[in-house]
């Protein structure tokens, strides 16, 4: 059943089995009955929201196509690669405002759903200036060299991981936070602060 619901027949059902064993009763012929139920198909994939990519970068992205059978994991991990792609680049805080019950709207008789994704890019987030703070005994250049961002780099989640994994592993702080100061703002150009 779940394997049917993958290829777009999402009201498939296990029915019953039947097992007729052979006169030796050595092997057996094992009958499965199940209900596929109405495929459904993709109808249309929309974007709103999109202001720094196109509609067509999206959909070639997230691999799925109009007129071919929903699968629902494709459908979810969809999502997760829409916002790895823009975090990747530097939009730290991009949100997809669609959860899966707003993001696949059915027709009347199940066959066809349209796909809306509810997109908030947020600013692409540059390096404009690196604070430290907390470093009671270690030099501010020591902690900066461990960094793997410059100042007029674009951040990502990437850079901030490698960054705060370096730091710790010097061995000389308890805890590393790396954030903005003007985090939740549309200010693209941010102070990183290293705690």
Partial sequence: ATELQNQGFL???????????????????????????P??????????????????RLREMIGLKENT????????????KIVDHYRNLGYLEMELKSSMSELIKYS?????ADLYY?????PQIKVARIV???NALTKQYVIINELEFD????????????????LQKTGLFTQVEITTLEKGTTTPDRTVLIR
């Fill in 151 to 166: 100042e007029g780099d674009t951040l990502t989640p990437q850079k901030i991981s490698d960054s705060e994994y370096h």
């Fill in 11 to 37: 009201k498939a059902q296990f029915l019953s089995s039947q097992t007729t064993f052979s006169a030796d009763k050595r092997s057996a012929e094992l009958s499965m009955f199940v209900d596929e139920g």
């Fill in 39 to 56: 495929q459904t198909k993709i109808n249309s994939i929309q974007f709103e929201g999109l202001k720094s990519f196109s509609k067509e």
């Fill in 132 to 134: 430290v703070e907390g």
């Fill in 69 to 80: 059978p929903l699968n629902l994991n494709s459908v979810e991990r969809s999502g997760q």
């Fill in 108 to 112: 009347d008789d199940n066959t066809r």
């Fill in 118 to 122: 509810k997109i908030s890019e947020g």
